[in-house]
């Protein structure tokens, strides 16, 4: 049974660049939920998804969007790129409302340049 | 929004040493969580706590959901240096969908 994982594992952009970060849930959860960890940081909530839509949402501009798939997966996409996106972002699974139980992936490193 | 403070941010102890950290809230949450990280992994969730006054174990770790609903504490007895790692506290909020974390507390175990 394959846990929560995410790709790429390492990514470095530009300034104003986009990018586009994936996330598969644990087999069985059907809720996403990402996360922003800065360096020496504990992760800020960013948005959940849930059936497709953004259930909830943390203090994070419109520059940070997402999506998720009929197959639960997720996507987390940043445009107009600062460099004060470069952290590690975290996406986290779980079922239904049971979101005590959150298993996270390893997360994506990104680097702004 | 909510902010979890969590202290101490670091701690150096000698392999055998017991460890507590704790973590305080301005805000009333329904559930605390404590999460290990190591090195280019995701947090692992260690404990949760679900009611007021709460005391779980969970090993050589012990963790209590503070009556006020504001706090809790971390306990790690008799530590081995694979607890090597950074230990954060989570709320959960009352709707149960968003997780705040602190900022970690860096423990360092010399063998």
């Known amino acids: 049974d394959a846990g929560v994982t995410q790709s790429p594992t390492h990514l470095i952009k530009t300034r104003g660049q986009q990018v586009t970060l994936r996330c598969s849930p644990k087999?069985?959860?059907?809720?996403v939920s990402w996360y922003q960890q800065a360096l020496g940081q504990g992760p800020q909530f960013i948005f959940q998804?849930?059936?497709?839509?953004?259930?909830q949402r943390g203090n994070f501009p419109d520059r940070f969007s997402g999506h998720q798939y009929p197959n639960y997966s997720s996507e987390l996409n940043v445009n107009a790129l600062l460099l004060g996106d470069s952290a590690l972002y975290l996406c986290?699974?779980?079922?239904?409302?049971?979101?005590?139980?959150?298993?996270f992936g390893p997360g994506t490193r990104l680097l702004v340049l | 929004g909510q902010q979890l403070n969590q202290s101490p941010q670091s701690m150096f102890i000698q392999e055998g040493e017991d460890v507590s950290m704790n973590c305080t809230s301005s805000?009333?949450?329904?559930?605390w969580l404590w999460y290990k990280q190591d090195p280019g992994e995701g947090p692992v969730l260690l404990i949760a706590l679900y009611k007021a006054g709460e005391l779980t174990s969970n090993g050589r770790l012990t963790a209590q959901f503070g009556i006020t609903r504001k706090d809790s504490f971390l306990n790690i007895s008799a530590s081995i240096p694979s607890d090597v790692g950074i230990y954060f506290c989570a709320g959960l909020e009352t709707s149960g969908s968003r997780l705040t974390f602190g900022e970690g507390t860096q423990l360092t175990v010399n063998p």
């Open positions: 805000s009333i949450f329904n559930t």
């Open positions: 986290a699974s779980s079922w239904g409302h049971l979101q005590e139980t959150q298993y």
């Open positions: 087999s069985g959860h059907d809720t």
């Open positions: 998804y849930y059936e497709e839509e953004e259930r």
